[in-house]
């Protein structure tokens, strides 16, 4: 008899559904566009970091020093742009350089080295966020250049009355998706994810996709970065030291892409980002305390978790391979 | 010969004066020597929350010149915002006995064992700006409850009665636990008690984080158009408050009032038009104070724990007609 097994991905989109009816319901003003736009912009950096966390997990890697890298990378450009005589333009390119350093050595040491990915990103975040206090910047937060035409437009800047960081979350999400659903890139990553031994046999130059992985990642930390150095109108590199990057993983893993690679997509990334950010919205109206939020916040993920392990149990086949699993 | 005769003379010369000067005690040696050599050789250990940010660099640049000066060491262990990292440095220092530690404190109660032990073991020491629940032989700070009590009445003016305005304030805490945050939230609502008019729409926690300040203000904001007023707990996170009302077009129309260090980023905050008002404590006022009390400790023979002294240090106004070259300091000009 066949039986319909519900996805996690579907489990939380009815969830997110669920939450958005009930507070539409009891909430006078959640349903307006206003306040619609505010609920995706307050996610919308955790959905960009979301996307490039998702990317590498499908891979079977995973990057931890995604925040660090956002934060030292971001505050450095600004740094450079208001303390020194280098030009925005310049400032920017130097950024670039730095973070596809730091995603070049992440994956040359994940792919060459073989050193598990979850140690070499952890450590790698506190070596990019070392670096950064010790030579980039003297104190930890960096305010935007006064009277610069970029981040005024990045941060205030509107597309058809859609808020840019939110248009950068989507532009990026599309061009995520048209990756991995429409080319060789793309179909190579998922082929890596599910069986890196398979996959290398039948001829995907593994070891050069996996650093491209993280190069991929580092550069959407830092288009991230600079997203939120101009919402925010400044940049705290405090963020490295809460709890950011578990949020990201919470966005990943609650929309369903298995930390055990090969599965999922954009549209999981989405469906997570849209839970936290109706789960944040809400309880944010409802004037719910601090320490109450994080406690809700966590309980799902727990849910979320244990659900994973039941719908997407571990192959034992392929995860106790060379490239280990997380 | 004549010459040699001459030199005898001089140097005989000197001698009687610098003996007589003796005599008159004008090399003042009875306050100098104990003062000096009280003081050299005697060791300061600083914890901070993190070091990289204006209050922490500012004390540490101003104590630091005057540890050099003195002769007596310095050291600042960093716990990088990790409480739990602190614990085990104020551990280490007990081992280490220095003659004074300052520590500065992430919340009211983490800490205040320890800085027991710390007495126990006949280690002074001075707490700066953010206290715990014990008190110990020096505080150095603000005080908070009379910068909470500042700031609700400075929403009070700009949002109570006869203003006509909606009413409506935001609270932004800081790191929930906190001295600062504790104290300030009793003075706002003691204040906000007397003036029924003030309706408190959101009392979140932003953590010190600017970008979450910001989220919280931006549905605040869209539930409560009419927003009259936000305060904050610090003027490094409620930036992000402010970005989201300018984003909202609503510059001008809600006031922000928070509290800071003084320093020009917070300066420039204002007159960018993010901030309305920061009650100052002002760190270089701060750092001076923080070398009297240390000078104070080291030279007292008060055993540790024996006399518990507090010093609020005063605050100030900075508001867009006040800022100055004179009232916001830059961490250079204290190095």
Not at chain 1, 8 to 13: A, T, W
Not at chain 1, 31 to 43: E, H, K
Not at chain 1, 277 to 283: C, I
Not at chain 2, 120 to 132: F, H, P, Y
Request: net charge neutral; proline share 4%; glycine share 10%.
């Amino acid at each position: 008899m066949p039986r319909i097994k519900p996805t996690q991905e579907g489990i939380v989109f009815a969830l997110a559904v669920v939450l958005f009816a009930a507070f539409s319901l009891t909430l006078s003003n959640f349903l307006t566009p206003g306040n619609l736009i505010a609920l995706v912009r307050s996610v919308a950096i955790l959905g960009i970091l979301g996307l490039g966390m998702g990317l590498v997990i499908i891979g079977r890697g995973i990057d931890l020093a995604m925040v660090a890298t956002m934060v030292v990378s971001s505050s450095w450009v600004l740094a450079l742009a208001t303390h020194s005589d280098t030009s925005l333009g310049t400032a920017l390119m130097l950024g670039a350089v730095f973070v596809i350093l730091v995603g070049l050595i992440s994956g040359v040491l994940v792919a060459y080295a073989t050193v598990p990915p979850i140690f070499t990103t952890l450590a790698m975040g506190l070596v990019v966020y070392g670096i950064g206090r010790a030579w980039l910047f003297q104190v930890d937060v960096q305010n935007t250049p006064g009277n610069s035409r970029f981040f005024e437009l990045l941060g205030r800047g509107t597309v058809l009355g859609i808020p840019m960081l939110i248009v950068a979350f989507g532009t990026l999400a599309l061009v995520v998706w048209a990756l991995l659903r429409w080319t060789r890139v793309g179909r190579f990553i998922y082929a890596t994810g599910d069986n890196p031994a398979a996959a290398r046999i039948a001829g995907v130059p593994l070891r050069l996709l996996m650093v491209g992985q993280y190069v991929a990642t580092s550069l959407i930390a830092y288009l991230a970065g600079l997203v939120m150095a101009a919402a925010d109108s400044g940049m705290s590199t405090r963020v490295y030291n809460s709890t950011m990057i578990y949020d990201v993983l919470l966005v990943v893993v609650l929309g369903g892409i298995g930390l055990s690679g090969g599965r999922g997509g954009v549209r999981n990334v989405l469906v997570g980002t849209l839970l936290v950010g109706v789960l944040l919205n809400g309880m944010t109206i409802n004037d719910i305390p601090y320490t109450l939020q994080n406690l809700i916040k966590s309980v799902i993920l727990l849910f979320a978790i244990i659900v994973d392990s039941i719908i997407n149990p571990r192959d034992e086949q392929t995860a106790q391979q060379e490239q280990g699993d997380i | 010969m004549k010459f040699r005769h001459l030199l005898t003379a001089a140097l005989a010369a000197l001698l009687a004066t610098a003996a007589l000067a003796d005599e008159k005690g004008l090399d003042n040696h009875v306050k100098r020597t104990p003062y000096y050599d009280g003081l050299t050789g005697k060791k300061v250990v600083f914890v901070p929350l993190a070091m990289g940010f204006d209050l922490t660099e500012g004390w540490a640049a101003i104590m630091r010149k005057q540890a050099k000066d003195l002769g007596y060491s310095f050291d600042i262990r960093d716990p990088n915002w990790s409480t739990d990292a602190g614990t085990r440095a104020i551990t280490a220092i007990i081992a280490e006995k220095p003659d004074l530690a300052i520590i500065h404190n992430p919340d009211l109660q983490s800490y205040a064992r320890l800085e027991q032990r710390l007495v126990q073991a006949g280690i002074k020491v001075l707490q700066v700006n953010l206290e715990t629940t014990n008190p110990t032989d020096y505080y150095v700070g603000a005080d908070w409850v009379k910068v909470g009590l500042i700031e609700a009445q400075a929403l009070v003016d700009h949002c109570g009665k006869g203003t006509n305005t909606s009413g409506k304030v935001e609270i932004l805490e800081g790191q929930p636990t906190a001295a600062s945050n504790l104290y300030e939230l009793y003075a706002y609502y003691h204040v906000f008690a007397d003036h029924p008019e003030i309706k408190v729409v959101a009392d979140q926690a932003a953590t010190y984080d600017p970008s979450k300040a910001r989220a919280i203000t931006e549905t605040v904001l869209q539930q409560n158009p009419d927003l009259c007023g936000i305060v904050g707990n610090w003027d490094n996170q409620d930036v992000g408050a402010g970005a989201a009302v300018q984003a909202a077009g609503k510059t001008g129309s809600v006031f922000i009032v928070t509290s800071g260090g003084g320093s020009q980023t917070g300066c420039d905050n204002i007159s960018k038009g993010l901030l309305s008002e920061i009650v100052s404590y002002d760190v270089p006022l701060q750092g001076n104070a923080l070398n009297e009390a240390i000078v104070q400790l080291l030279l007292s023979p008060a055993k540790a724990g024996e006399i518990k002294s507090t010093y609020f240090t005063p605050l100030t106004l900075q508001t867009k007609d006040t800022i100055s070259p004179h009232n916001c300091w830059t961490l250079d000009q204290l190095k």
